[in-house]
């Protein structure tokens, strides 16, 4: 049978469920009137659930005595369901039972038969409308869900008995839970212990007090998956009033990654790569630590610096690889001689570093246990090694510091173990040696002396001063630099005092470098002036200094800087210098020959000088050592040797000249065997360049 259609059919489509024809066509009309359209009609309960899958109606208005098994009831429940479509009961019955069923099946609307048209179109208007807002807020609801589960953080939403309500995809991913077996659950099962025994009493105490660990800002804590395995989360949690019931929203965050990443910074900057051993900033670390324990304590902790003998030759002739091995085989032995507690650290290269805690408070007592743990390890690294399929052997020197509360630095206490370590080393390798407080003193002096001298440079302190050269008549043709420091509070320091020093450490580098440079500075002063335009300067070079490989250029660079006239420049080399690669100092000094400087060998006579390659040298002049010139007059065996470096130097082509001449019999002894030049107290004494001019007045000819 059909119904009647619509003539205007925009307020709505209706499927209407009514088992009575003629009722049926009646409300259809009333329908049709009101500017509904009838899309179907059913009679029976699966007829209805059928049709509205079919028609997809906007509403079904739904009789609840049905013909058939099924009444209106339970087919408005179905059609709800599947098609969450909204139904209206239009119906004779009212009786509670059957309103209370109805009610389940949450309808849009309730007309009592008989009803008015007015009532009809009421409850039509107001179920379309709530539907359509029904829809709308599924549809906002359903474009929410999909923004969070395009997240990649896991939003979890929970009611205030810590019951989760909802979830995004990110949870389930998360934590390995299908969303059903969380629904619903507890939170807490999303914790390891103990916290998921807790996490009940801390939502108590959040609804007494207010307090809340993880509320607001993000907290570290760990998560649990379904598979049972731990993983580090950030979690913040905020709280909200949802339908009058108070709601948690909680942002989860996975930040295994970042841990991760943060770990492999931490390996990284405080353990070795090598052996895997905390690293020298690590060590440094814990050192403090330590004395600040051993402050509290009382007692003495230990530190045992430990260098591979002879490690260079295991890496020359085994390749690095082999170096590498052994080093990672002494790593793993190592800590097998101490406690869990005490720290065995790679120091860089060859180098480790054990600290010892918690060693007695006696003294005496402490240094014992410390001597039997280095002991200990002299044993364990005599083992033979397995490096690449070959057995080798190798000894560690080990130096011992002992420390109680921090008195002294941690540098000056690594300086310390440097030391004894070096004193090991020093006593024929292979063994222990304790720190000696003498022996520090006296490193501590050279490194006060290091930083000085730095200092010294940068605040101008150093000095040249000049002492006059004569020649076979008297007549003064140049002078010898000579550096001396202006120290503050020392006072004037002679050069025998930090040369050497300076030598050792390199210092003297920048220090030569200054020298040349304020030597050339005073030959161009000189060249200004009549009596000294054509005096030649002689300036002491260190063997380090002449064996940099840029070292012709720094003494081009030091003329060109001033333009002094490099023919007025004499180097002074000695003969120590000569005794490694004497191709190369043959090449620099022909290199500088070649712009006009000259050379002189200094201190001749003392050293090893081989007569072959002295002829190969380019030199122009011969010192005769003071200590010669000194017993000169009293020793024969001085005076011909002075004879024999005069008779030398002049079969060489050279000219000949002699320090350290104080007396007028010495210059007279030295000018009969033919002596070209002198230098040395008698003449003058090293002096400023300001002094050089009156001293000039009363040089005696
Ligand atoms: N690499 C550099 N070495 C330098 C430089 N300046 C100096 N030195 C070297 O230091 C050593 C000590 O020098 P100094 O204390 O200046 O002693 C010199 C003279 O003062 C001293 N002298 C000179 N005449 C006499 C004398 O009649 N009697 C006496 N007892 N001493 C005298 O002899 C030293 C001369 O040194 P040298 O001619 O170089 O051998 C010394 O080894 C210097 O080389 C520098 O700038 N760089």
Same mark, same amino acid.
């Given at each position: 049978?059909?119904?009647?259609?619509?003539?205007?059919?925009?307020?709505?489509?209706?499927?209407?469920?009514?088992?009575?024809?003629?009722?049926?066509?009646?409300?259809?009309?009333?329908?049709?009137?009101?500017?509904?359209?009838?899309?179907?009609? /059913?009679?029976?309960?699966?007829?209805?659930?059928?049709?509205?899958?079919?028609?997809?109606?906007?509403? =079904?208005?739904?009789?609840?005595?049905?013909?058939?098994?099924?009444?209106?009831?339970?087919?408005?429940?179905?059609?709800?369901?599947? %098609?969450?479509?909204?139904?209206?009961?239009?119906?004779?019955?009212?009786?509670?039972?059957?309103?209370?069923?109805?009610?389940?099946?949450?309808?849009?609307?309730?007309?009592?038969?008989?009803?008015?048209? +007015?009532?009809?179109?009421?409850?039509?208007?107001?179920?379309?409308?709530?539907?359509?807002?029904?829809?709308?807020?599924?549809?906002?609801?359903?474009?929410?869900?999909?923004?969070?589960?395009?997240?990649?953080?896991?939003?979890?939403?929970?009611?205030?008995?810590?019951?989760?309500?909802?979830?995004?995809?990110?949870?389930?991913?998360?934590?390995?839970?299908?969303?059903?077996?969380?629904?619903?659950?507890?939170?807490?099962?999303?914790?390891?212990?103990?916290?998921?025994?807790?996490?009940?009493?801390?939502? +108590?105490?959040?609804?007494?007090?207010?307090?809340?660990?993880?509320?607001?800002?993000?907290?570290?804590?760990?998560?649990?998956?379904?598979?049972?395995?731990?993983?580090?989360?950030?979690?913040? =949690?905020?709280?909200?009033?949802?339908?009058?019931?108070?709601?948690?929203?909680?942002?989860?965050?996975? *930040?295994?990654?970042?841990?991760?990443?943060?770990?492999?910074?931490? !390996?990284?900057?405080?353990?070795?790569?090598?052996?895997?051993?905390?690293?020298?900033?690590?060590?440094?670390?814990?050192?403090?630590?330590?004395?600040?324990?051993?402050?509290?304590?009382?007692?003495?902790?230990?530190?045992?610096?430990?260098?591979?003998?002879?490690?260079?030759?295991?890496?020359?002739?085994?390749?690095?690889?082999?170096?590498?091995?052994?080093?990672?085989?002494?790593?793993?032995?190592?800590?097998?001689?101490?406690?869990?507690?005490?720290?065995?650290?790679?120091?860089?290269?060859?180098?480790?570093?054990?600290?010892?805690? /918690?060693?007695?408070?006696?003294?005496?007592?402490?240094?014992?246990?410390?001597?039997?743990?280095? #002991?200990?390890?002299?044993?364990?690294?005599?083992?033979?090694? +397995?490096?690449?399929?070959?057995?080798?052997?190798?000894?560690?020197?080990?130096?011992?510091?002992?420390? !109680?509360?921090? #008195?002294?630095?941690?540098?000056?206490?690594?300086?310390?173990?440097?030391?004894?370590?070096?004193?090991?080393?020093?006593?024929?390798?292979?063994?222990?040696?304790?720190?000696?407080?003498?022996?520090?003193?006296?490193?501590?002096?050279?490194?006060?002396?290091?930083?000085?001298?730095?200092?010294?440079?940068?605040?101008?302190?150093?000095?040249?001063?000049?002492?006059?050269?004569?020649?076979?008549?008297?007549?003064?043709? $140049?002078?010898?630099?000579?550096?001396?420091?202006?120290?503050?509070?020392?006072?004037?320091?002679?050069?025998?005092?930090?040369?050497?020093?300076?030598?050792?450490?390199?210092? *003297?580098?920048?220090?030569?470098?200054?020298?040349?440079?304020?030597?050339?500075?005073?030959?161009?002063? &000189?060249?200004?002036? !009549?009596?000294?335009?054509? &005096?030649?300067?002689?300036?002491?070079?260190?063997?380090?200094?002449?064996?940099?490989?840029?070292?012709?250029?720094?003494?081009?660079?030091?003329?060109?800087?001033?333009?002094?006239?490099?023919?007025?420049?004499?180097?002074?080399?000695?003969?120590?210098?000569?005794?490694?690669?004497?191709?190369?100092?043959?090449?620099?000094?022909?290199?500088?020959?070649?712009?006009?400087?000259?050379?002189?060998?200094?201190?001749?006579?003392?050293?090893?000088?081989?007569?072959?390659?002295?002829?190969?040298?380019?030199?122009?002049?011969?010192?005769?050592?003071?200590?010669?010139?000194?017993?000169?007059?009293?020793?024969?065996?001085?005076?011909?040797?002075?004879?024999?470096?005069?008779?030398?130097?002049?079969?060489? $082509?050279?000219?000949?000249?002699?320090?350290?001449?104080?007396?007028?019999?010495?210059?007279?002894?030295?000018?009969?065997?033919?002596?070209?030049? %002198?230098?040395?107290?008698?003449?003058?004494?090293?002096?400023?360049?300001?002094?050089?001019?009156?001293?000039?007045?009363?040089?005696?000819?």
């Amino acid at each position: 049978m059909s119904l009647p259609g619509s003539l205007c059919a925009n307020k709505g489509r209706i499927l209407v469920v009514e088992d009575e024809m003629i009722v049926a066509r009646d409300i259809a009309q009333q329908l049709v009137a009101l500017g509904y359209q009838v899309v179907g009609h /059913a009679t029976r309960g699966q007829e209805a659930i059928d049709l509205a899958g079919a028609l997809q109606p906007e509403l =079904v208005l739904m009789d609840i005595q049905l013909a058939g098994a099924m009444d209106g009831i339970a087919a408005a429940q179905a059609i709800r369901l599947q %098609f969450l479509l909204p139904v209206v009961f239009i119906t004779a019955f009212a009786a509670d039972e059957v309103l209370a069923r109805a009610k389940l099946t949450e309808p849009f609307g309730y007309i009592l038969k008989p009803f008015s048209e +007015r009532e009809l179109r009421t409850v039509l208007e107001m179920a379309l409308y709530k539907h359509q807002a029904d829809s709308q807020a599924r549809d906002a609801a359903r474009h929410t869900q999909a923004i969070l589960d395009g997240m990649v953080d896991g939003v979890i939403t929970l009611n205030a008995q810590g019951l989760i309500t909802s979830i995004n995809q990110a949870v389930s991913t998360l934590f390995g839970y299908a969303p059903e077996e969380l629904l619903g659950h507890n939170v807490a099962m999303l914790m390891p212990s103990p916290h998921r025994s807790l996490h009940g009493g801390y939502l +108590r105490r959040h609804q007494h007090t207010g307090a809340g660990c993880a509320m607001g800002q993000g907290r570290e804590v760990d998560g649990q998956r379904r598979d049972g395995s731990v993983f580090p989360i950030s979690v913040s =949690v905020s709280e909200l009033m949802h339908n009058g019931q108070t709601q948690f929203i909680g942002l989860v965050h996975d *930040i295994t990654q970042r841990r991760r990443s943060e770990e492999n910074i931490y !390996r990284l900057a405080f353990y070795d790569k090598l052996t895997g051993l905390p690293n020298r900033r690590l060590l440094m670390d814990r050192l403090k630590q330590a004395l600040i324990t051993s402050t509290r304590t009382g007692q003495h902790g230990a530190l045992i610096l430990l260098d591979l003998d002879h490690f260079k030759q295991i890496n020359e002739t085994f390749g690095l690889d082999a170096g590498d091995e052994l080093l990672q085989q002494v790593g793993q032995r190592l800590p097998t001689c101490v406690r869990d507690d005490d720290t065995v650290s790679r120091f860089g290269g060859d180098e480790f570093m054990v600290m010892l805690e /918690a060693l007695s408070s006696q003294p005496q007592e402490a240094a014992i246990q410390a001597e039997a743990i280095a #002991q200990k390890i002299l044993l364990a690294l005599a083992q033979p090694y +397995r490096l690449r399929g070959h057995t080798h052997g190798t000894t560690p020197s080990i130096g011992v510091v002992m420390f !109680r509360q921090a #008195q002294v630095s941690l540098d000056d206490l690594l300086k310390m173990t440097d030391v004894a370590m070096y004193q090991a080393k020093a006593a024929g390798r292979n063994t222990v040696r304790f720190f000696d407080p003498a022996l520090q003193a006296l490193a501590l002096a050279r490194t006060a002396l290091e930083e000085n001298l730095r200092r010294g440079l940068a605040l101008q302190e150093f000095v040249l001063h000049y002492q006059i050269q004569v020649d076979h008549q008297g007549l003064p043709t $140049g002078a010898e630099a000579l550096l001396r420091w202006q120290h503050p509070v020392r006072g004037m320091v002679p050069p025998a005092q930090f040369i050497p020093l300076a030598e050792e450490t390199g210092f *003297i580098l920048p220090l030569g470098q200054w020298v040349l440079e304020s030597a050339c500075r005073q030959l161009v002063a &000189w060249s200004h002036q !009549r009596a000294t335009g054509s &005096w030649t300067l002689a300036v002491n070079v260190s063997a380090l200094q002449f064996a940099q490989p840029d070292f012709v250029a720094h003494v081009t660079s030091a003329l060109q800087a001033t333009s002094a006239n490099p023919t007025l420049l004499k180097l002074e080399l000695t003969e120590s210098m000569l005794v490694g690669d004497v191709q190369d100092v043959i090449t620099k000094m022909n290199a500088l020959k070649a712009q006009g400087v000259s050379f002189a060998l200094d201190d001749f006579g003392t050293g090893y000088s081989s007569l072959s390659y002295l002829k190969r040298l380019p030199l122009d002049q011969l010192k005769i050592d003071q200590s010669f010139v000194r017993d000169l007059l009293i020793n024969p065996n001085d005076a011909v040797i002075a004879q024999t470096i005069v008779a030398l130097g002049h079969n060489l $082509g050279l000219q000949v000249i002699a320090e350290g001449v104080e007396t007028v019999g010495q210059h007279d002894y030295l000018a009969s065997i033919g002596c070209d030049a %002198f230098q040395g107290y008698y003449f003058g004494r090293p002096v400023p360049a300001a002094e050089l001019a009156c001293l000039l007045k009363q040089i005696r000819p």
